[in-house]
């Protein structure tokens, strides 16, 4: 069965420092990969997707994320976090337009 | 504006008392889906919609039913709302498998 796993459930981390979000999927089938983000008390907003091509995808408000193949994750990457940063932030996988899973979330936390 | 648009946005409820949150889209997506979101356990879907007519079950449909009448409304339906559904509720829509387009959620509870 199709599954997303994000190892972590927090992440904290001080302003302008680098972070990554870890994202792994299981899957037998080619997947479509996304990274949402959930400011609070809002809907989640995409931030990034892989659909095919370059495994280096570059998203809104300067994150990117990996896509890894062999070892099944789709990892998110800033170089630089601001306190406008802290949110949840959701991976996802889909082997199509009906089926997506999301991971449990990881809530980033940005100090100053 | 494109959007997608959920009412109401919170919700105070008591066991059995039918109620239905209505979820609507101005986009023509054909895709649109349900999501409750639990603390630890993400967003799990509840059911979804190919388009006019089609719907499916997703992972957690057990108390929940939907219709899909015309293309830009996919109402979600509790006839007999339960403590253990008081949660988060998203409505979302897609073009295909792009990317989804979120409501701003409902807040439901079930006394």
């Known amino acids: 069965a199709q599954s997303v796993t994000q190892l972590d459930s927090q992440v904290p981390v001080f302003e302008e420092a680098p972070v990554e979000l870890r994202c792994n999927y299981s899957s037998s089938v080619s997947v479509y990969l996304f990274w949402y983000v959930q400011y609070p008390n809002q809907g989640l907003q995409l931030l990034l997707k892989y659909l095919s091509g370059s495994t280096l995808v570059k998203g809104i408000n300067g994150f990117e994320a990996e896509f890894n193949k062999s070892q099944t994750s789709f990892h998110l990457r800033k170089p630089s976090v601001h306190i406008s940063d802290t949110a949840e932030y959701f991976c996802?996988?889909?082997?199509?337009?009906?089926?997506?899973?999301f991971g449990s979330g990881t809530r980033l936390s940005i100090r100053p | 504006e494109a959007q997608v648009t959920q009412n109401p946005r919170y919700l105070i409820t008591v066991t059995g008392k039918k109620l239905t949150v209505t979820c609507s889209q101005n986009m023509n997506h054909e895709y649109m889906s349900w999501y409750r979101q639990d603390p630890g356990l993400g967003l799990r879907q509840i059911y979804y919609?190919?388009?006019?007519?089609?719907?499916d079950k997703g992972d957690v449909p057990e108390g929940y039913k939907v219709s899909r009448k015309e293309k830009r409304n996919f109402p979600l339906i509790l006839e007999s709302p339960s403590p253990n559904q008081t949660s988060l509720y998203f409505c979302?829509?897609?073009?295909?498998?792009?990317?989804?387009?979120f409501g701003p959620g409902t807040r439901l509870l079930v006394l």
């Open positions: 919609s190919m388009n006019v007519e089609v719907t």
């Open positions: 979302a829509s897609s073009p295909g498998a792009t990317g989804l387009y």
């Open positions: 996802a996988s889909s082997p199509g337009a009906s089926k997506i899973i």
